[in-house]
């Protein structure tokens, strides 16, 4: 490597182990920054532009009945553009992608009139003002010439998808005379029959998910009672379920009865050396207060001085993941049943303002009934609506194109990883896949466009990987003003059952075969915990 040159980038994005060795050959003069300055140097900038976006376009009076949830999805989907003067930014007759609304500047509008050889000036806009609307509400090219005026032109652009999803349907650009037919302008609109109404997304998300909260919440709470008073001491292991750098995940068993629960087991110093803190209580908060059949229930938590640990219910049908690297992949209603029993879990997340960040075959287990719920939630984290957070984490293979960019993310980063989970399921392999993760990263940065689909994956579930994993986090299916209800209905889920999958009374797709409430045979073996962790007595999880 010469002068120029980078590298340590994968560290900058989050905390790993370094691939490689780096060594001066001559001496060398080396600029360096540290993950935490850079990812405050991003959330900083991200969230400056973002506020300045926000309000530029309250500011707007197109816009001023817009919701404030749709005015967030708006600034998100907005990017810049800048313009010499005397710069085409729109030419007549030209087909029309593009809504533009001026930040700094002015434009000349020119058109065609009857009569004359050269397009005429017809007005002038400025800061504001916006234009290109015509061709997109009609589905026709565009009507005029626009050009940048004196000193050039700055526009924030919006593309067909955010515009017809977020303001195509605002009754200023339906009613709007632009005097075309006074002037004999040669190109005359299409009449446009408008959607009525502009639905907004915090409203389709939340939906109407109470009754299966009550019905879970009455399953539950016995159990809750049943263990208030029980103690670490109480509890005897029967077998393990799973291992990791956090520690392990065992099937205990309460003394004189037969029920079995999982304990998860997370050792204390590798916490705070990973500095996950945060992300345990965390996980502890929003698993505790959970009620819903598809996520797994945390009933209690414990600690002594070398770990944390989290009573929660067992799900003895084994790992998603488990399962698929044994069949290598799976049929499409096998898949769809899988995808539709997450698509319910982030129902119920996602109207709570949480977002996931995690998800992965080995996130999804299948209870004695073969039901997929979802586990682990390290990750997850509440971000209300309207609102973005910068922590880089995920599974490489999962993570969002804004997630690697440090734009900031918000619930929109599920949609994506629901589209990344169909595919793999389908075909045993996700999408994006590399050695390591920086090129993993480069190839996601690519698109999905560029991914070859195998011939088993069908054209529905194509088109709904490919609108799901789309690079603009606002365009994503789900994400739009219909929510969740728009996966929903997409054609691969046509004829689905959902209401019978909400009260888990249709058939799995997947039974297994459990013979007791200590049959652990679904599970890998693992042998027994040699590796005794060093006390940590901090203090950290006084609370816990």
Request: charged share 25%.
């Amino acid at each position: 490597m010469g002068p120029g040159k980078v590298f340590g980038e994968l560290a900058i994005l989050y905390n790993c182990t370094r691939t490689a060795t780096v060594t001066a050959v001559t001496d060398a003069k080396i600029w360096a920054i540290d993950r935490t300055v850079f990812q405050m140097i991003m959330m900083k900038t991200g969230m400056q532009r973002h506020e300045e976006y926000y309000n530029f376009l309250k500011s707007v009076p197109l816009l001023k009945d817009l919701s404030s949830d749709n005015l967030f999805k708006l600034a998100n989907s907005l990017e810049v553009d800048y313009f010499h003067e005397g710069e085409y930014i729109i030419v007549e007759g030209s087909r029309g992608d593009t809504f533009y609304i001026i930040c700094r500047g002015q434009v000349r509008v020119t058109q065609s009139v009857q009569g004359h050889k050269e397009p005429q000036e017809v007005r002038m806009l400025d800061k504001g003002d916006f234009f290109g609307e015509k061709a997109l509400l009609s589905e026709d090219v565009r009507t005029a010439n626009v050009l940048a005026d004196k000193g050039g032109c700055e526009c924030l652009v919006v593309d067909r998808t955010a515009f017809n999803e977020l303001i195509g349907n605002i009754s200023a650009l339906q009613n709007k005379n632009y005097g075309d037919k006074e002037r004999g302008a040669t190109r005359l609109m299409k009449t446009f029959d408008p959607l009525a109404g502009l639905l907004t997304w915090i409203t389709k998300i939340k939906g109407s998910s109470s009754e299966m909260d009550n019905t879970e919440i009455a399953r539950v709470k016995p159990i809750q009672e049943t263990l208030a008073g029980i103690h670490l001491e109480d509890l005897d292991i029967v077998a393990t379920l799973g291992i990791g750098g956090f520690g392990r995940v065992e099937l205990v068993q309460l003394a004189g009865d037969k029920r079995t629960f999982a304990l998860k087991c997370l050792k204390k110093h590798h916490i705070v050396e990973t500095r996950q803190q945060e992300h345990i209580f965390s996980e502890k908060k929003i698993m505790i207060e959970s009620s819903s059949p598809f996520i797994v229930k945390l009933f209690k938590t414990f600690r002594d001085k070398k770990y944390i640990y989290m009573l929660m219910e067992v799900c003895l049908g084994g790992e998603l993941w488990t399962i698929l690297r044994d069949k290598g992949n799976f049929d499409d209603r096998t898949t769809r049943f899988c995808t539709a029993c997450v698509v319910e879990a982030f129902h119920y997340l996602h109207s709570r303002g949480i977002v996931y960040r995690d998800l992965k075959p080995e996130n999804l287990l299948l209870d004695s009934k073969g039901y997929v719920k979802l586990v682990d939630f390290g990750f997850a984290k509440k971000i209300g609506f309207g609102r973005k957070t910068w922590t880089f984490c995920g599974t490489p293979e999962y993570v969002a194109p804004e997630i690697i960019l440090n734009k900031g993310h918000d619930l929109s980063c599920d949609y994506w990883s629901l589209g990344i989970l169909i595919f793999e399921l389908l075909t045993g392999n996700p999408p994006f896949t590399a050695n390591d993760p920086m090129k993993t990263y480069n190839i996601i940065l690519k698109g999905i466009d560029i991914v070859e689909f195998p011939k088993r994956i069908p054209r529905s579930a194509a088109n709904l990987i490919k609108r799901l994993c789309r690079d603009n986090p606002s365009e994503r299916i789900g994400y739009q003003k219909n929510g969740l209800s728009d996966i929903k209905k997409h054609k691969w889920f046509q004829g689905f059952d959902w209401e019978g999958l909400r009260k888990q009374e249709m058939p799995t797709p997947l039974p297994p075969k459990v013979l007791g409430p200590a049959d652990c045979s679904n599970f890998d073996s693992y042998p027994k915990d040699i590796d005794i962790p060093p006390d940590e007595t901090s203090g950290w999880d006084e609370h816990f």
